[in-house]
């Protein structure tokens, strides 16, 4: 009984993540905007491994993707882990919590 709960579950799930295609190009929070306005202020972030990350923090929501050189490798030990480098603000009027 348990199994054939467990499997009718695990379907009906599934099929809840089959739902209209969103935009993922525009922040949708309080300050709704195109992302492409982020990508003028971006910080680096290290993490422990030394890799660097773009990372950009907007209030509330928060970005990040990994650095990559021309040959799309990720870029790692030019900087002390776990620091941010630069601004990593974008200039958003909402308040971070945290």
Not at 49 to 65: F, L, S, T
Not at 74 to 90: E, Q, S, V, Y
Request: proline share 6%; aromatic share 8%.
């Amino acid at each position: 009984m348990r199994f054939i709960s467990f499997v009718l579950i695990s379907g009906a799930l599934a099929v809840a993540g089959c739902g209209q295609k969103i935009d993922q190009t525009v922040d949708r929070g309080f300050d709704t905007k195109s992302l492409s306005n982020l990508t003028r202020t971006p910080g680096i972030w290290v993490d422990g491994d030394g890799c660097e990350h773009w990372a950009i923090d907007d209030g509330i929501e928060g970005y990040q993707d990994n650095r990559l050189d021309r040959t799309g490798k990720p870029i790692c030990g030019l900087l002390p882990p776990f620091t941010i480098n630069g601004p990593d603000r974008a200039g958003s009027t909402v308040v971070d919590p945290i």
